[in-house]
């Protein structure tokens, strides 16, 4: 299970940076989204991954190895929330650019000018 995690984050690091450096702004967001969804398996990696485990501790001298921790679930939620919220700012802020240069290349220009 960790390494097809492990992979899917490689997988997911390596497509983003290669979409960051593409001269297309919408390339560039995508990889943003796709930077984000690896940071966000990170996160929720870094929290065990165990199934079928209740996520709250109760009472006194309980082995934490036997619960689940939620502060990674609770990161992640956020993450994605804030990465949506950032995602649709960006298309907001590419369509505007787009109608002010006329093209979606990051300088404002196309190769052969």
């Not at 709250?56 to 992640?76: H, M, N, R, T």
């Amino acid at each position: 299970m960790e390494a097809i995690v492990a992979a899917a984050i490689g997988v997911l690091t390596a497509s983003g940076v290669w979409l960051l450096l593409r001269p297309r702004t919408f390339q560039v967001i995508m990889g943003l989204a796709l930077l984000s969804y690896a940071v966000n398996l990170f996160i929720f990696g870094m929290g065990r991954l165990v199934m079928d485990r209740p996520p709250i501790i109760k009472g006194d001298a309980i082995d934490p190895a036997l619960y689940a921790d939620p502060v990674p679930q609770a990161l992640v939620l956020t993450a994605i929330v804030i990465s949506f919220a950032t995602t649709a700012l960006f298309l907001v802020a590419l369509l505007a650019a787009r109608g002010l240069t006329g093209t979606d290349h990051v300088d404002g220009k196309e190769p052969g000018q």
